[in-house]
């Protein structure tokens, strides 16, 4: 076949590339792994789904041979864009399509040699993968719900090729769309045990005048103190990826999403935090004017002239943001952002020197020092400062009075060693085994760390960009102890890099999915509606014996500082008590995550009396998984624990006592 005259399926999808000016993206995720990524358009940056991998890798040979351009395009775009769009039909004549038979031999060879990795690896050490099952979503996005169900979401895919970029990031119109669905572990793995959650439709301001369902992948978020959570921003479509407007709720209680006012900048990338006051405040992300126009401006949600929502019938549907006075200028996406024991927020960019601590009651911002791991001999995409990718931070664990600590691990692939930040000063902690981005890293309820997923780079495991052959060392887990030594654990079944995603079901599992590029690549059908896949993760405190009883939380709506009565039938093995914040995530960023103990104030019979946090500085109101530890730290299942304001929590007692069945809960044995 000849390269000039690719087939005509092809120069209709060039065509379409090239009237939507498209052939950035495209040339990029179209390149084989054996020619290395072909890089057009490079002034895009490296946070779009179609831009070339970070840092920025020379030009393949592709991309510096000669090629013949067509004289027309030549005379209406200038000679070197018409150069690009030449590189790009090269490239759609040498790609070809990915056959079902590669897919099928893909997954089999990721499920053997997980086995033979694995053999060797004592559960009761390092735990166990034991399910591995078709899910519906990619679940660029996920959210823990306070019903124990989880909602997952991300985008309409425009591609089933993983050597081809499978977002619609610069398209305009119809097919620029969200999509969302709700896993429900008490149902089990099949296709009954999911349901479609369709956003809301809207007419995006693209000119195209064609309503779909919100397109608001690649937005940020975090949960309200009723429990809901809000999500902002998303993708408008087109220059690289510019940013939307978007602001809605999904009510976990009703399953409906919620559209909300507009913010006053689009937001692409953007980051979400909820901080004391219960409020979620808004940074960062690409504006409506596309990549590289990352705004400064900080918003937060309800708006003052409405209440914060901490009760379910509170239904936040027409609500407005406002804008804080100071700014937040992070020069980078989808910055870490934690609300710590003091009750400030610290905004924790990509970049080394753009640490901040954020006063939203006093509206302040005041600088923190550089983070330690500047390599000013690595340069960043245009040949300036280095930053780091997107990669893990946890606030560590600290006891009863909340995190006072952050970790930063991971977004930089030759630099294993992790960065706590604690009293306004950086430490450099232990390392892990070696350097990753994309990886995901979790709190669990003993105060332990577990990392999982991880890349080269983005859309890149170790061969190249776009190609989804993956070196074995990003499956492979790490397990932080108490004492902070890191050890590796067994392999997950597929590699997930960018977009992956994990969290910590109210059992003790973990779930683990993301990754649109693999889980395409190793699709057993790629003609059904399942593109997605879950993989379940046992802890080893799952397979060290019996593990505790928490039976009925007695007062799961509870005030600050009061005691919350539970019921357990092993009390005899409860040693501690803690509660575990459910996680939302996406690119490696989880605002949400939180690990605090308990006192245990009374032991009688069955029952136990614990003793809730101090204030809402050491846990934001909201809702918490509450689980029950023996001395080996396993857990027992969880029940929901909501924090409210102690004049809140007293009012929801009130409500409940007046009208309904007792708001007792069973976690289960």
């Known amino acids: 076949m000849s390269r000039s005259n690719p087939p005509l399926t092809a120069r209709r999808r060039l065509a379409a590339a090239i009237s939507a000016c498209a052939a950035t993206a495209m040339a990029a995720s179209m390149a084989l792994a054996a020619a290395g990524p072909v890089l057009a358009h490079t002034g895009h940056g490296e946070g779009g789904h179609g831009a070339a991998s970070f840092p920025y890798a020379p030009a393949s040979r592709a991309a510096r041979a000669p090629v013949t351009v067509d004289p027309e395009e030549a005379a209406t775009l200038g000679r070197e864009h018409a150069e690009e769009h030449a590189r790009t039909r090269m490239a759609v004549a040498g790609v070809g399509e990915y056959p079902q038979t590669t897919r099928t031999e893909r997954l089999k060879a990721l499920t053997a040699s997980q086995a033979k990795a694995n053999a060797s690896f004592d559960a009761a050490e390092f735990g166990r993968f034991q399910e591995y099952f078709p899910s519906p979503d990619f679940a660029a996005h996920i959210a823990m719900l306070p019903t124990g169900k989880v909602l997952l979401f991300s985008f309409e895919r425009i591609e089933t090729n993983p050597q081809k970029e499978p977002a619609p990031t610069d398209t305009i119109g119809a097919a620029n769309a ?81 559209l909300n006012k507009d913010m006053a900048v689009g937001r692409w990338y953007p980051s979400v935090v909820t901080g004391a006051d219960g409020r979620q405040v808004i940074m960062s992300g690409q504006s409506e004017l596309g990549w590289g126009t990352p705004t400064p401006v900080v918003e937060r949600f309800p708006a003052a002239a409405h209440p914060v929502p901490f009760d379910k019938a509170v239904k936040p549907v027409g609500w407005g943001v406002d804008k804080l006075a100071t700014e937040a200028p992070f020069k980078w996406d989808y910055p870490h952002l934690f609300s710590l024991r003091d009750g400030k ?30 390599n000013k001999a690595k340069p960043g995409p245009d040949g300036g400062e280095w930053r780091r990718n997107y990669g893990s931070a ?27 930040l604690a009293g306004g000063k950086w430490n450099t902690e232990k390392p892990r085994a070696f350097g990753r981005t994309q990886d995901d890293t979790l709190l669990l309820p003993n105060g ?116 919350i009565t539970v019921s357990t039938s092993t009390p005899n093995d409860v040693a501690r008590a803690v509660l575990l914040a459910p996680t939302t995530a996406t690119h490696s960023v989880n605002t949400s995550q939180r690990h605090l103990e308990l006192r245990i104030k009374s032991r009688g019979g069955n029952f136990l ?39 809140a929590a007293a009012a929801g007692a009130g409500a409940a006592r007046a009208g309904a069945k007792p708001e007792a809960e069973a976690a289960g044995d």
């Open 178 to 258: 969200g999509r969302a669905w709700i896993w429900d572990p008490a149902k089990g793995t099949g296709a009954a045990a999911f349901t479609e959650k369709k956003p809301p439709v809207v007419n995006m301001p693209d000119g195209k005048n064609e309503p779909r369902p919100a397109p608001f992948f690649c937005a940020g978020h975090s949960y309200l103190p009723n429990g809901m959570l809000g999500v902002f921003g998303g993708n408008l479509g087109g220059n690289g990826g510019t940013g939307a407007k978007l602001s809605l709720v999904f009510d976990p209680w009703a399953e409906e999403w919620y």
């Open 345 to 374: 927020i610290y905004g924790l960019g990509r970049s080394v020197d753009q640490q901040w601590r954020f006063d939203t009651a006093a509206d302040t911002r005041t600088d923190l020092p550089d983070r330690p791991d500047m």
């Open 394 to 420: 946890v606030p560590l664990p600290a006891g009863f009075r909340g995190p006072d600590s952050v970790l930063v691990l991971g977004g930089d692939r030759d630099d294993p060693n992790t960065y706590r």
């Open 448 to 563: 332990n760390l577990l990392t999982v997923n991880g890349a080269f780079d983005i859309r890149n495991y170790g061969n190249g960009p776009y190609n989804p052959n993956a070196d074995l060392k990003y499956r492979q887990t790490e397990l932080r102890d108490e004492n902070g030594d890191w050890k590796l654990g067994p392999v997950q079944r597929l590699p997930r890099g960018y977009h992956s995603n994990a969290l910590v079901l109210p059992d003790g599992r973990v779930m683990i999915t993301g990754d649109e590029l693999q889980q395409l690549a190793n699709d057993p059908d790629i003609t059904d509606n399942n593109n997605g896949s879950i993989e379940i993760y046992e802890p080893a405190y799952l397979h060290q014996g019996s593990r505790p009883s928490l039976g009925l939380v007695f007062n799961p709506t509870v005030g600050y500082d009061e005691k």
């Open 609 to 647: 009396e614990l003793q809730a946090p101090p204030n809402a500085a050491a846990a934001p109101p909201g809702y918490y998984m509450l689980f029950l530890l023996n001395e080996e730290g396993a857990p027992s299942k969880a029940g929901w624990v909501q924090l409210k304001p102690a004049e």
